[in-house]
């Protein structure tokens, strides 16, 4: 069975202003299925960069990705939309909801575009918000729901249509330390329940609790390293101090 | 099923903004209920006058007193009481393609039957009029030429006057007074309806000319007793009513004695030709209105394509947000078209329903016949949406050209 995430010298440059920005610059990766991978690295080291790329919202300048054994980079808008729809789960910092639907319609929304019918969409939308315990918010509207409510909410509707892979930018980045507990927590859930999950994050106790860590620097991959075991206070102090 | 899904977005998208939803459609509004007021209109107006026409009876002239108005002063017309039964009477004969020349004096007057009382129009005929009139006798006969020429006290009335004076009963036989002169009726008319006027043609009382002139309006009109109010010509050959016309211009005049630079002292009008008019200026105006209505949708399509321009601009973080969760480009654009469909389609109705009630308003208080095409509602219907969808065709172009990570980033 091929990595489910596969990339070879995958680079995306923007240029502002005569000078070119190398945001991701020849990444190639592996990761395979189940695996559960934080990405690290400063400011502007091309985190969020790598994300929309992995995504496939985002085109990369060169390169080559293959997502499940199959070639993505270069598929067309509509291609590179189904891919989203069935295979990708996303996860921003902050919480992203359309503000005029119930918190049931937003995790409905993907199986919409998916073309499942009401009912069993509705069934699953409901299931998935039980997961993340919001199983009796269903009908709220986002501005009623807090922060971290809503990132659950997030988090429920990327994983409703049961993605191969999960994709999280700093999603605690809005958050108090006792909510994003909760929401590491969820991941880890969805960690042990078999899914891939790529985590962008800054704070340590989110990348401890990773079993693998990628760390960014200037668009490159300057460091990668399989955690072996779980809080490993060695581990945080080693990757604390690298840049 | 994608369909049905994105009319419950476009539809709740509308919701939010009901003002302005509202505020956009206006030239929609407009220009639907316009079309579909006009076509109502010209419709009803077009029955009317064929209506009339047709009651009218073909190829009819009239001849009225009274001058034409020509260069120095303006004769009022009927002042001058100067067309007599002899100049019916010569008309008839000189003229070759002539049936029938009826000549009519008539006036309001009060009637009684009974306990009841009517004001109508009495007329003075002989036979030729409802000759000429295409008139019918219902009930009863007509005037025999006996009582024509003296002057019996017989009457044949319309239908309303059936109605107002005998409760309906048979009129034949029956005896009315007229102003204080009592005659029987010999006849009902048949049913004519609403005339040129708008009021009833039925509402009426004719009588042996001679009998009016020497009973009943002769005595109290202060001119002289040969004055007639007006000839009706029936001509055999409609091709022939310039013609004709030329021929009793030229004749009354060598009859009148008027000289050659005179301005002659009596009209000729051919009815038909007054209603033609009046139909033909009702659908210029129609022609008119429905160009404005071109106009309004078109502007009321642009004001859609601003909207959902706006809608578009205000939404680019919920576009890059569907599309992040897979919406393809064919999901946004139909999204925002099936809104712009959405918009002028309601706007259309709202527009069909409003000239629609427009038309019957107007019908019913110029006693048109009310004639609310659903061809006109359909189209005008149909065309809003075409304006709606090619109007809204770029927006939707432009939420679904949107780059994904542009969209989810733009503030
Ligand atoms: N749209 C853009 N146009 C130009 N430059 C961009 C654009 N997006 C990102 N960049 C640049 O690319 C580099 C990487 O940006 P990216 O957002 O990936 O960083 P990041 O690691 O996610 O940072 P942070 O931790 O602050 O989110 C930055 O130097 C940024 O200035
Ligand atoms: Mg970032």
């Known amino acids: ?243 | 099923m994608r369909g049905l899904e994105s009319l419950r977005i476009a539809t709740r998208a509308l919701r939010v903004n009901k003002l302005r939803s509202a505020l956009t459609v206006l030239g929609i509004v407009v220009g639907v209920g316009a079309v579909v007021c006009m076509v109502s209109v010209g419709a009803g107006a077009q029955a009317e006058v064929s209506e009339k026409i047709r009651t009218l009876g073909a190829n009819l002239l009239l001849v009225m007193p009274g001058a034409r108005n020509s260069g120095g002063a303006r004769l009022e017309s009927g002042t001058q009481p100067t067309l007599t039964e002899e100049d019916a009477a010569s008309i008839r004969r000189e003229l070759v393609d002539v049936r029938v020349a009826a000549p009519l004096l008539s006036r309001s007057i009060p009637l009684v039957a009974a306990n009841k009382n009517w004001v109508t129009v009495v007329a003075g005929i002989n036979a030729d009029y409802l000759v000429a009139r295409e008139w019918q006798v219902a009930d009863g006969r007509s005037f025999t030429s006996d009582e024509i020429v003296s002057g019996a006290k017989v009457a044949i009335v319309g239908s309303v006057i059936v109605e107002e004076l005998f409760n309906g009963r048979t009129g034949p036989g029956e005896t009315l007074r007229i102003g204080n002169v009592p005659f029987t009726v010999i006849g009902v008319l048949g049913k004519k309806g609403a005339g040129a006027a708008g009021r009833s043609q039925d509402d009426v009382v004719f009588i042996p000319l001679s009998a009016a002139k020497s009973r009943v309006l002769g005595a109290v009109r202060g001119t002289t007793r040969e004055a007639l109010d007006f000839i009706s010509i029936k001509v055999s050959d409609a091709t022939a009513m310039p013609e004709i016309e030329r021929q009793i211009e030229t004749l009354l005049r060598q009859r009148h004695r008027i000289r050659a630079d005179a301005p002659s002292d009596f009209k000729i009008e051919n009815p038909a030709d007054i209603l033609f008019a009046r139909g033909a200026a009702v659908r210029l105006l129609g022609t008119l209105l429905i160009a404005v209505a071109a106009v309004s949708l078109v502007v009321g399509g642009i004001s859609i394509m601003n909207i959902m321009l706006v809608s578009v601009t205000e939404r680019t973080r919920e576009i890059g947000l569907r599309m992040a969760v897979g919406a393809s480009r064919r999901d946004i654009r139909w999204q925002f078209l099936i809104e712009a469909l959405i918009l002028s389609l309601m706007g259309g109705l709202v527009g069909a329903v409003s000239g629609a009630v427009a038309a019957v308003a107007i019908a019913w208080k110029a006693g048109w016949p009310i004639l609310i095409s659903p061809w006109a509602i359909v189209l005008a219907c149909g065309f809003a949406g075409f304006i709606g969808i090619s109007f809204g065709l770029y927006p939707a172009h432009r939420a679904a050209r949107l780059d994904p990570i542009v969209a989810l980033r733009f503030e």
């Open chain 1, 1 to 243: 069975m091929p990595p489910l995430v596969r990339t070879a010298g995958l680079s995306r440059h923007y240029s502002c202003g005569g000078t070119i920005v190398r945001a991701v610059s020849d990444v190639s990766l592996a990761i395979e299925h189940g695996d559960f991978v934080a990405i690290r690295g400063r400011s502007g080291s091309g985190k969020s960069t790598l994300m929309n790329l992995l995504g496939l919202l985002d085109r990369p300048d060169s390169g080559e990705y293959a997502l499940n054994g199959r070639e993505v980079a270069k598929l067309s808008e509509d291609g590179r939309a189904t891919i989203r729809r069935h295979d990708i789960g996303f996860v921003f910092q902050v919480p992203a909801l359309l503000p005029r639907a119930t918190a049931l319609e937003n995790v409905e929304l993907p199986l919409v575009y998916a073309g499942v019918p009401p009912s069993r969409r509705r069934r699953a939308a409901k299931e998935a918000l039980e997961r993340v315990g919001l199983a009796d918010r269903g009908h709220h509207w986002p501005n009623q729901l807090s922060g971290g409510e809503q990132q659950r909410v997030v988090i429920a509707r990327a994983t409703v249509n049961d993605p191969a892979l999960i994709l999280a930018d700093e999603p605690t980045g809005s958050l108090d330390s006792a909510t994003s507990d909760e929401i590491l927590s969820l991941f880890e859930t969805l960690h042990h329940d078999g899914r891939t999950i790529i985590v962008v994050t800054h704070a340590t106790d989110v990348a401890d609790r990773a079993r693998r860590q990628i760390t960014l620097h200037d668009g490159r991959i300057i460091k990668d390293a399989q955690v072996a075991a779980r809080n490993s206070p060695l581990n945080t102090a080693v990757l604390g101090s690298s840049p």
